[in-house]
Every structure is written in structure tokens, then in C-alpha cells.
């Protein structure tokens, strides 16, 4: 091998990797692209991710699977994608739940912080408070006494441990004086299954899973927790201009990949999500549900979350909140 021969081999050698980088970064999105959602089907975040998923594959996606992994507070699903290959093909749909449960459970089987990037805010979600239609209740103050009158008998539920839902209603019973047992599922869709059943009494949920349920009567609503009242339900008044002053809480949901993946799938992600929500259906589908459409940037979305994390973090020391 002469010495220019030998010269060229090598400079090919080292272009190999380059290559091989190029051609994974070309060949994104994946055949199928999986959006893992650690609840059961119903739930809000099944909800949002669906119409999400929807429109994913006129975005340039291709097929879109979505993988119902419930189970633990959303703990099996987000640790399954925590340790899914960083190559674009798996994704994480998770609730506010996603920052906040750590602060309960510090044996979590994964670092929030590190083991995840994040990659958008789906959109933030107003909580409404529905209660069984059947109780003798029908505004806020009345369930102020009907609870009271129960003494600590009541019981609300909730999408898990930890999620928004529950932290609602342990807002509710501090700045109420009230007394309830909170009673969590593996997501919205069997707590709503047991209170519209009776089981339970009420529950603080997010709107998109409520929404349709209220309309068709099966439940009744009594306000929502955000500070001002939202488009969906006009006539429905916040919990604190219905007698219960400084109460205000909300939910989100977002998208987060497995840590390590490259920035540029993540970019173009986070476009393609952004380009489904921008459309007319979806966005007509999210107002409808009362949750406002959002699709930020990585960064954005970076520091919203720690942020949040910070937040939620103190009122769940302030409640003394612990995960079972």
C-alpha cells in the first residue's frame, strides 16, 4: 500500500462516524414513532396525546403508536421510556404528575431532572370540581356543608397520588376546614368510572376527561380552579369567587424524550407538534375541552418545568404530602 493510498484509507476511516451520524439524523422520524402515556385510556393525558398522535403523521411522522403503560402514578410508564434507546422512536405524554411525584417518593427508579429532556408544553389545562349528581349539592357553599356535615365520611378521588387532582383537593380541605378521604386510581378514566357509579363523591378533574360527561348530565359541576372562569364552561364560577378565597390550581401536559437524544430530533419534534396543534381541528378539539393550547420551544419549555418543579415542590412539603 503506497503512502497516499495508506493516507486515503485513514481520512475515509474517520468520516465513517460522521457519516453514520448523518445518516441517523436523515433517517428521523423512525418508521414508527411511539408516544408512550402512563395511564389508562380516558384519562386526560390519553386524551391529549391522542389528538396529538393524530395529527403527528400529517406533520411528516409517519405511523404514530400510541402505548398505554399505566400503572404507579405514572411511575412504569415515564421509567420505561427513561431507559428507551435515545433515537427519536419513543416519547413520554405526562402530566404536571411528571414533576411533581418526585417530591413525594424519593425512590423514584429514575432522575426527573436528568434522565429526560424536555421537548414541549402540550397545553395547560384548567381543574373542574364534578361531584355525583346525585348528592344534594349544587354550588360550592352547599358542599362546604354537606361535608362537614358527613364528618370526614366523604371521599373524593383522583388520577393518582401526587397528580394535580389530588393536590386540589388537599387545597380544598385546608382552606375549607373540611374533612375527606382521597381515594386514587390509575388515572382519570376508572376514578370517573366509580363516581359517576356513586363510589365516590366528587373529584377535582382535569376538563378535557369531564368535559363531555358534565354535558351529557352524568356529572354535575360546581366551579373551576383556575383564577378566572374559562371559554368552555362560561357559567361556571372559580372556586374562589364561589366562597373559597386564594384557591386557584391548574395542570399541564407535556412531551419528553429519553435523555441523551440528539437536540435536533428533538427540534424537529417539537415543530411537528407544534405544526399538529396549530391546525384548526386540533385546536377547535383542545378549546372544546377547556385546555389552552401551548407548543412551546425545548428551552422554553426547560425552564417552565423547573419551575414547576420548584412550585409544586412547596406545596407539597407545605401539605406534607407523602407517596405510599
Known amino acids: 500500500m503506497t503512502e497516499l493510498t495508506r493516507r486515503a484509507v485513514l481520512a475515509a476511516a474517520a468520516l465513517l462516524p460522521l457519516a453514520a451520524q448523518a445518516q441517523a439524523e436523515t433517517a428521523w422520524p423512525p418508521r414508527s414513532t411511539r408516544l408512550v402515556i402512563p395511564y389508562p385510556p380516558g384519562g386526560p393525558t390519553d386524551i391529549l396525546g391522542r389528538v396529538v398522535a393524530q395529527g403527528l403523521p400529517q406533520?411528516?411522522?409517519?405511523?404514530?403508536?400510541?402505548?398505554?403503560?399505566?400503572?404507579?402514578?405514572g411511575v412504569i410508564g415515564a421509567g420505561e421510556v427513561a431507559r428507551a434507546a435515545?433515537?427519536?422512536a419513543t416519547w413520554l405524554v405526562n402530566a404536571s404528575l411528571q414533576v411533581i411525584l418526585p417530591h413525594m417518593k424519593p425512590q423514584m427508579p429514575y432522575d426527573t431532572l436528568r434522565d429526560f429532556l424536555p421537548v414541549t408544553n402540550i397545553a395547560r389545562v384548567p381543574l373542574i370540581l364534578v361531584i355525583d349528581p346525585r348528592l344534594p349539592v349544587r354550588?360550592?357553599?352547599?358542599?362546604?356543608a354537606w361535608l362537614k356535615a358527613q364528618g370526614g365520611k366523604?371521599?373524593?378521588g383522583s388520577s393518582g397520588i401526587g397528580a394535580a387532582p389530588h393536590l386540589a383537593?388537599?387545597?380544598?380541605k385546608q382552606l375549607t376546614g373540611t374533612e375527606m378521604t382521597h381515594v386514587p386510581y390509575r388515572g382519570s378514566g376508572p376514578a370517573l368510572q366509580d363516581l359517576m357509579a356513586g363510589n365516590i363523591q366528587l373529584m377535582f378533574d382535569s376538563m378535557p376527561s369531564s368535559a363531555g360527561a358534565v354535558r351529557e348530565g352524568q356529572l354535575r359541576a360546581l366551579a373551576v380552579t383556575t383564577a378566572g372562569r374559562v371559554a368552555a364552561f362560561p357559567d361556571l364560577p372559580t372556586v374562589a369567587e364561589a366562597g373559597v378565597p386564594g384557591y386557584e390550581i391548574a395542570t399541564w401536559y407535556g412531551i419528553w424524550a429519553p435523555a441523551r437524544t440528539p437536540a435536533e430530533i428533538i427540534v424537529k419534534m417539537q415543530r411537528a407538534v407544534a405544526t399538529v396543534l396549530a391546525t384548526p381541528e386540533a385546536r377547535t378539539r383542545l378549546e372544546a375541552l377547556g385546555a389552552d393550547p401551548v407548543a412551546d420551544t425545548p428551552e422554553a419549555f426547560a425552564d417552565f418545568t423547573r419551575a414547576e418543579w420548584d412550585r409544586w415542590g412547596r406545596l407539597v412539603r407545605d401539605a406534607r404530602i407523602e407517596a405510599q
Do not use: K, Q, T
Not at 354550588?139 to 362546604?144: D, G, I, K, R, T
Not at 383537593?169 to 380544598?172: A, H, K, Q, Y
Open 139 to 144: 354550588s360550592v357553599p352547599e358542599l362546604v
Open 86 to 88: 435515545p433515537d427519536g
Open 154 to 156: 366523604a371521599s373524593y
Open 59 to 73: 406533520a411528516g411522522l409517519g405511523a404514530v403508536v400510541v402505548d398505554n403503560r399505566s400503572g404507579a402514578s
Open 169 to 172: 383537593g388537599e387545597l380544598f
